[in-house]
């Protein structure tokens, strides 16, 4: 992975935040966003990280995002809020409503925000992981941003990929970090597999007559499975309702798909549930219970075949420590899109 | 189904009151869980009524259950509490954490109440659906009772089918109701069709060399599967760690199988979510929300040989509407379990 595509993730989390800079986003602003991407980008989410620069610069070129917001709580109890994002960059109104969910938590034990008007925010993890530093678990849900799944047996994609995550500590373990969505792949692997003309597995797709669909060009033809059928399809369903409907935010029929229009507001919905460990636990107790949950299931004999059992989050856990050490990995295709996107905006890509 | 084989679910309940009453639960306990467990069968839930009565009744002749506990906190703070169960039976736990739930969500928006020291308290949409009446959405999670799911590529069973359920009502639709296993099926459903002398299909279940196994009888050479692979397995895991490991419940290799054991208290670890819906909007326009996202997926095409696109919950709506006129259904092998059980206990089976 060290090989010449790779770009340090300092110099592209620079590139990035001057790229933001150049079309509007305050200088604050622009550094978190940049920040949150880079993250994406070393903890493995390819689809998520610099990947989507291209398309959230021509969001925000197109009057699409706000980048003046004013990012505040509608609705608030002592253990609730609802935060408007007011259609800003969604990674700033999700560190907002994370802030928000530690401080409530801290004081009632668990704590349950919730977003609207905000927008594609990257990969669930990262939110989720916000907690952890203040010996909390965190999980997040949101509305995916585009809607390629439909009702199991049906045909109109009234549904997104509606993702999950959870973040749990260990002790001497790094986190068990859950994030899925609740379709087999997520879309945003569609788009990467496309980008690098490579082919999906069966199973990711099907047609609009049930039939296995493998190229990720023809992606618009078909539609994403659910994860257990009928249950994946309840699990994004039910996600979407808290996350959006709950919140005032899009849901089914009103997403709009942010991969063809770049300048309808998305009202994205997103919602994010901070759990203090110490009003269940002593922390050090619990966190050592989560490293003999890990130990446990790296104990495991496996099927034949297979070298090791892993927990979640592992892999993402060492790909992090390979492109901290050796850079992003950025493929040919992403890296002409950057080179031309940074010659439009005078930001060099650097090496 | 409203055949000679059914009885009447208020004479079905009263026996298990019956019979519950007389190995020593305290008249209103028997009552209450008696109730719970007829509700069960009311709403389809063929492995977790009625058909698990012989189970809890010699589970409470060992020993194993305390028919007289002392349920209540252990740690409390706004909007969460541990309750302690006390060995009691799990229906009496569940019942009391849902209360003090919706009681504390009142005040806090939400609440999150964990369960340690329970036992298995029937189907997980019993205890999601308590808040509904509060207008509020409830969410329970628990650790399952056997472990019969081995980490993703493993096969030490380490894991339980560790469900979730979430209820979100509807307007002038019933709520949506979610319940689901991690797994692609529930153990239940392989008790039910071993019971019945039924083949299960492929994908339920696989052997130890990764072969499919159908024969229900022969479960205990073989473990279910979950849900998309790694991401089911990921969901049990962290199911697990919420609902047993934070709570100080078993989890993991400290699971025992209730199935074989009838003695060693369970420990088992159960958790419900309260979320007033008033914390985040107007209770009636999210109700219509919700009709409108019903009315969505019903009115979706389908794929080709599908008569209908459903919700989670219509099913079982469905055939509680039936019960209720026609009685519940209860198959030869378990009327003959159940005619031996009282005739031990001095309780006639009603016709």
Redesign the interface.
């Known amino acids: 992975m060290s090989d010449g595509r790779c770009i340090p993730a300092e110099r592209l989390e620079a590139f990035t935040r001057d790229c933001l800079a150049a079309v509007g986003l305050p200088a604050d602003d622009a550094a978190t966003v940049a920040g949150l991407m880079s993250e994406a980008d070393l903890n493995g989410s390819d689809g998520h990280g610099i990947f989507r620069l291209p398309q959230y610069v021509k969001r925000i070129q197109s009057g699409g995002i706000n980048v003046t917001p004013s990012i505040g709580a509608l609705?608030e109890?002592?253990?609730?809020a609802?935060i408007d994002g007011d259609n800003a960059m969604g990674h700033l109104v999700m560190r907002r409503a994370a802030n928000v969910a530690i401080e409530k938590a801290r004081?009632?034990?668990?704590?349950?925000i919730?977003a609207r008007n905000s927008n594609h925010a990257g990969p669930a993890a990262l939110y989720a992981k916000m907690p952890l530093a203040h010996d909390m678990?965190g999980l997040y849900v949101a509305v995916g941003n585009a809607n390629h799944l439909?009702?199991?047996?049906?045909?109109?994609m009234?549904l997104s990929t509606n993702p999950i995550a959870?973040a749990?500590p260990g002790r001497k373990h790094p986190p068990?970090v859950?994030d899925?969505a609740t379709t087999?792949a997520a879309y945003g692997k569609v788009k990467t597999a496309a980008q690098r003309g490579e082919t999906m597995p069966e199973g990711w797709m099907i047609d609009?007559?049930?039939r296995p669909l493998t190229d990720p060009k023809r992606a618009d033809e078909g539609f994403l499975l659910p994860?257990?059928g009928?249950?994946?399809y309840?699990?994004a369903?039910?996600f979407?309702?808290?996350a959006g409907?709950?919140?005032?935010a899009a849901?089914?029929?009103d997403v709009i798909d942010f991969n063809a229009d770049s300048v309808t507001p998305t009202n994205t919905g997103q919602l994010i549930v901070a759990?203090?460990?110490a009003?269940?636990?002593d922390v050090e107790a619990?966190k050592s219970?989560?490293d003999?949950?890990i130990d446990?299931?790296h104990?495991?004999?496996?099927?034949?075949g297979?070298d090791?059992?892993?927990?979640?989050g592992e892999h993402s856990h060492a790909i992090r420590a390979e492109r901290q050490a050796g850079g992003i990995p950025v493929h040919p295709s992403l890296r002409a899109a950057l080179v031309g996107l940074g010659g439009a905006l005078g930001v060099a890509l650097p090496a």
């Open positions: 609705r109890t002592a253990a609730t609802l004081n009632c034990g668990v704590a349950w919730g678990i439909p009702p199991w047996g049906g045909i109109d009234l959870v749990i068990i859950l899925m087999v609009r007559l049930g994860i257990g009928p249950k994946g309840g699990l369903l039910i979407g309702l808290l409907t709950l919140n005032g849901f089914g029929k759990i203090s460990i009003a269940f636990a619990f219970g989560v003999a949950a446990a299931m104990g495991s004999a496996t099927l034949p297979v090791a059992v892993r927990v979640p």
